[in-house]
């Protein structure tokens, strides 16, 4: 067996995977931005520096109430109940499936961005309040 390791210089042109690990495989590639750049397309970068210059708060809250939107459009009276009384708890498949949803729209991860993520779901909940009449919007 053959173990080739493949990584992506960072942009200073570094190399950011472990020593031990590139020292025990057979091979080491490296690829460049020039490399990638038919695969992948930059987007927006969380400071909001990225085309167009987008506020990344702005954008996900966007994208979270018209995620919202979307599926309280689609969901029965038992399931908007329900979700109504997990609050403010959003069940892990809907919460994996708006974060995604984010996510696609930003073009960036939020596993590391917590208050991406706060913002988000308390947008979530601001449009499901809205459509319950509940005094209370966001996480209680």
């Known amino acids: 067996?053959?173990?080739?390791?493949?990584?992506?210089?960072?942009?200073?042109?570094?190399?950011?995977?472990?020593?031990?690990?590139?020292r025990e495989a057979d091979e080491v590639l490296m690829l460049t931005k020039?490399?990638?750049?038919?695969?992948?397309?930059?987007?927006?970068?969380?400071?909001?520096?990225g085309p167009g210059n987008e506020d990344?708060?702005?954008?996900?809250?966007?994208?979270?109430?018209r995620y919202a939107e979307?599926?309280?459009?689609?969901?029965?009276?038992d399931e908007t109940s329900t979700l109504?009384?997990?609050?403010?708890?959003i069940p892990t498949p809907l919460?994996?499936?708006?974060?995604r949803t984010v996510e696609g729209e930003l073009g960036v991860s939020l596993r590391q961005q917590e208050s991406l993520r706060r913002l988000v779901r308390t947008a979530f909940w601001e449009r499901?309040?809205?459509e319950s009449g509940d005094p209370?919007?966001?996480?209680?």
């Open 1 to 22: 067996m053959r173990v080739t390791l493949i990584g992506i210089l960072t942009p200073s042109g570094s190399r950011n995977q472990s020593r031990e690990l590139a």
């Open 34 to 49: 020039e490399n990638l750049s038919g695969f992948v397309s930059e987007r927006m970068l969380l400071d909001g520096t």
């Open 56 to 65: 990344p708060r702005a954008v996900a809250r966007a994208v979270a109430t």
């Open 70 to 77: 979307t599926w309280l459009s689609a969901a029965t009276d």
């Open 84 to 89: 109504r009384d997990s609050r403010p708890r």
């Open 95 to 99: 919460d994996g499936d708006l974060m």
């Open 128 to 130: 499901v309040s809205q």
């Open 136 to 140: 209370t919007p966001g996480p209680r």
